[in-house]
Protein backbone atom coordinates (compact mmCIF):
# COMPACT_ATOMS: atom_id res chain seq x y z
CA UNK A 1 0.00 0.00 0.00
CA UNK A 2 1.50 3.50 -1.23
CA UNK A 3 1.21 6.07 1.60
CA UNK A 4 1.53 10.04 1.06
CA UNK A 5 3.04 12.35 3.35
CA UNK A 6 2.60 16.46 2.52
CA UNK A 7 4.96 18.56 3.72
CA UNK A 8 5.47 22.53 3.51
CA UNK A 9 2.35 23.92 5.17
CA UNK A 10 3.23 27.19 6.91
CA UNK A 11 1.70 30.04 7.96
CA UNK A 12 2.29 33.20 5.51
CA UNK A 13 1.52 36.92 4.83
CA UNK A 14 -1.31 37.50 2.35
CA UNK A 15 0.73 37.97 -0.99
CA UNK A 16 3.40 35.49 -0.34
CA UNK A 17 4.22 31.90 -1.37
CA UNK A 18 4.73 28.04 0.05
CA UNK A 19 5.60 25.18 -1.69
CA UNK A 20 4.28 21.76 -0.81
CA UNK A 21 5.18 18.39 -1.42
CA UNK A 22 4.33 15.35 -1.55
CA UNK A 23 6.46 12.05 -1.17
CA UNK A 24 5.02 8.96 -2.48
CA UNK A 25 6.36 5.87 -0.70
CA UNK A 26 6.19 3.81 -3.66
CA UNK A 27 6.17 4.49 -7.74
CA UNK A 28 4.14 7.02 -8.85
CA UNK A 29 4.81 6.76 -12.25
CA UNK A 30 2.06 5.64 -13.86
CA UNK A 31 -0.88 7.50 -11.72
CA UNK A 32 -2.15 10.73 -12.12
CA UNK A 33 -1.67 13.02 -9.17
CA UNK A 34 -3.55 15.73 -7.65
CA UNK A 35 -3.79 18.19 -4.45
CA UNK A 36 -7.10 18.68 -2.62
CA UNK A 37 -7.93 21.34 0.01
CA UNK A 38 -10.39 21.68 2.71
CA UNK A 39 -11.02 25.52 4.16
CA UNK A 40 -12.57 25.68 7.08
CA UNK A 41 -16.20 24.29 7.22
CA UNK A 42 -16.30 23.76 3.41
CA UNK A 43 -16.29 20.73 1.44
CA UNK A 44 -12.78 19.28 0.36
CA UNK A 45 -12.07 20.98 -3.11
CA UNK A 46 -9.92 20.00 -5.88
CA UNK A 47 -6.69 22.74 -6.51
CA UNK A 48 -4.58 21.00 -9.16
CA UNK A 49 -4.33 17.84 -11.22
CA UNK A 50 -1.07 16.29 -13.26
CA UNK A 51 -1.94 12.99 -15.56
CA UNK A 52 0.43 10.95 -16.02
CA UNK A 53 1.66 12.21 -19.19
CA UNK A 54 2.21 15.72 -17.29
CA UNK A 55 -0.86 17.04 -18.34
CA UNK A 56 -2.37 19.60 -16.04
CA UNK A 57 -5.39 21.03 -14.99
CA UNK A 58 -6.76 23.46 -12.19
CA UNK A 59 -9.47 25.11 -10.33
CA UNK A 60 -10.24 28.74 -11.48
CA UNK A 61 -9.24 29.78 -7.89
CA UNK A 62 -5.49 28.32 -8.72
CA UNK A 63 -5.36 29.48 -12.49
CA UNK A 64 -2.36 31.74 -12.78
CA UNK A 65 -1.31 31.49 -8.94
CA UNK A 66 -0.71 27.49 -8.21
CA UNK A 67 1.44 25.49 -10.30
CA UNK A 68 1.60 21.53 -9.93
CA UNK A 69 4.70 19.02 -11.07
CA UNK A 70 5.92 15.70 -10.30
CA UNK A 71 9.26 14.02 -10.39
CA UNK A 72 8.43 10.65 -11.54
CA UNK A 73 12.14 9.56 -10.75
CA UNK A 74 11.41 10.78 -6.38
CA UNK A 75 8.15 9.80 -6.47
CA UNK A 76 7.16 13.12 -5.72
CA UNK A 77 4.84 16.14 -6.35
CA UNK A 78 4.85 19.43 -5.65
CA UNK A 79 2.59 22.75 -5.26
CA UNK A 80 3.95 25.65 -6.08
CA UNK A 81 1.46 28.23 -4.53
CA UNK A 82 1.94 32.03 -5.41
CA UNK A 83 0.24 35.25 -4.62
CA UNK A 84 -1.34 33.37 -1.74
CA UNK A 85 -4.69 35.10 -0.17
CA UNK A 86 -6.49 34.23 2.79
CA UNK A 87 -9.00 32.13 1.28
CA UNK A 88 -6.22 29.96 0.44
CA UNK A 89 -6.18 28.86 4.74
CA UNK A 90 -7.18 25.40 4.01
CA UNK A 91 -5.43 21.52 5.06
CA UNK A 92 -4.21 20.41 2.06
CA UNK A 93 -4.16 17.07 0.81
CA UNK A 94 -1.94 15.20 -1.85
CA UNK A 95 -4.18 12.28 -4.00
CA UNK A 96 -2.63 9.43 -5.93
CA UNK A 97 -4.93 7.82 -8.75
CA UNK A 98 -5.10 4.14 -8.91
CA UNK A 99 -8.26 2.84 -10.43
CA UNK A 100 -10.45 2.26 -7.60
CA UNK A 101 -7.51 2.26 -5.39
CA UNK A 102 -7.52 5.76 -4.21
CA UNK A 103 -4.30 7.01 -1.97
CA UNK A 104 -4.74 10.09 0.06
CA UNK A 105 -2.65 11.76 2.49
CA UNK A 106 -3.17 13.38 6.46
CA UNK A 107 -2.75 16.82 4.99
CA UNK A 108 -0.21 19.69 5.60
CA UNK A 109 -1.63 23.12 7.35
CA UNK A 110 -1.90 26.11 5.36
CA UNK A 111 -2.43 29.08 6.50
CA UNK A 112 -2.41 33.16 5.16
CA UNK A 113 -3.29 35.57 7.65
CA UNK A 114 -1.87 39.01 8.66
Known amino acids: QVQLVESGGDLVQPGGSLRLSCAASGSIRFNAMAWYRQRPGKQRELVAVISSDGSTNYADSAKGRFYISRDNAKNTVNLQMNSLKPEDTAIYYC?????????WGQGTRVTVSS
Open 95 to 103: WRGGGPIET
